[in-house]
């Protein structure tokens, strides 16, 4: 998967787009859907997919498809995606693989899954929503990918990762949950109590957050507030 793709991005967010960006730089044609039509004109006009009505329209034809949606509506568009195009090489980018992969597993028809790799872009941004997108956010980016898939499909996705400009690395979805929850999920979690009590400590300090590290600042209560809907719901 190394000429020009048909890719098809589900879910035009932050990463969605930068994901498409990084396609259309790299020479794939792209098309994109979310079921938030302003946030997909917004894609569309920042990154140069086409948008499409429907999902169907999105996917059938595609040579990719990835769902960059929530996690808790991956599977089921997984599935759903793996039926709507016979053909398609279908990925995700969910931050936690086992449970992903346990429903996508219920949601798909067993011979669909030889063309389904779990994936996990490791790069992105405090802020969210296609207005901050770039395709800079997968330069040089490890991707990890599902070692145990099929090993077609898993040549298939490490290539076009490699044509976009980000690196693949192979690990078991168990693997890739307890080493990201100590180098990512923990550290948030972490950062996001210390800001917490940071604020409730010097509530007479509104410079407080000024001072703080950008790290820290990414992921206070406020920042984490303002990013909800676009990070941790598929609105229908």
């Given at each position: 998967?190394?000429?020009?793709?048909?890719?098809?991005v589900?879910?035009?967010?932050?990463i969605?787009?930068?994901?498409?960006?990084?396609?259309?730089?790299?020479?794939?044609?792209?098309?994109?859907?979310?079921?938030?039509?302003?946030?997909?004109?917004?894609?569309?006009?920042?990154?140069?997919?086409?948008?499409?009505?429907?999902?169907?329209?999105?996917?059938?034809?595609?040579?990719l498809?990835?769902?960059?949606?929530?996690?808790?509506?991956?599977?089921?568009?997984?599935?759903?995606?793996?039926?709507?195009?016979?053909?398609a090489?279908?990925?995700?980018?969910?931050?936690?693989?086992?449970?992903?992969?346990?429903?996508?597993?219920?949601?798909?028809?067993?011979?669909?899954?030889?063309?389904?790799?779990?994936?996990?872009?490791m790069g992105?941004?405090?802020?969210?929503?296609?207005?901050?997108?770039?395709?800079?956010?997968?330069?040089?980016?490890?991707?990890v990918?599902?070692?145990?898939?099929s090993?077609?499909?898993?040549?298939?996705?490490?290539?076009?990762?490699?044509?976009?400009?980000?690196?693949?690395?192979?690990?078991?979805?168990?693997?890739?949950?307890?080493?990201?929850a100590m180098?990512?999920?923990?550290?948030?979690?972490?950062?996001?109590?210390?800001?917490g009590l940071?604020?409730?400590?010097?509530?007479?300090?509104p410079?407080?957050?000024?001072?703080?590290?950008?790290?820290?600042?990414?992921?206070?209560?406020?920042?984490?507030r303002s990013?909800a809907?676009?990070t941790?719901?598929?609105?229908?």
């Open positions: 998967m190394t000429s020009a793709e048909r890719v098809a589900v879910g035009t967010g932050l969605g787009t930068s994901i498409a960006m990084a396609a259309v730089r790299a020479g794939d044609s792209v098309r994109g859907f979310d079921i938030d039509a302003d946030v997909l004109s917004r894609s569309a006009e920042r990154s140069g997919l086409a948008a499409a009505a429907t999902l169907r329209e999105c996917v059938t034809g595609a040579t498809v990835l769902v960059c949606t929530p996690i808790p509506s991956i599977p089921g568009l997984v599935g759903e995606v793996l039926r709507l195009d016979r053909d090489l279908v990925t995700d980018v969910a931050s936690v693989k086992s449970q992903v992969k346990l429903e996508v597993e219920t949601a798909a028809e067993p011979s669909d899954l030889v063309r389904y790799v779990g994936g996990h872009p992105g941004s405090e802020r969210s929503g296609p207005d901050h997108a770039s395709a800079s956010v997968l330069d040089g980016a490890v991707w990918v599902d070692g145990t898939a090993p077609e499909a898993l040549e298939r996705l490490e290539a076009w990762i490699a044509k976009i400009g980000a690196r693949a690395v192979r690990l078991p979805v168990e693997r890739h949950d307890r080493l990201v180098v990512s999920h923990l550290p948030q979690v972490a950062s996001t109590a210390l800001m940071a604020a409730a400590e010097e509530a007479g300090e410079e407080i957050l000024l001072l703080a590290a950008g790290g820290a600042t990414s992921c206070s209560p406020t920042a984490m990013s809907p676009s941790c719901m598929w609105r229908a």
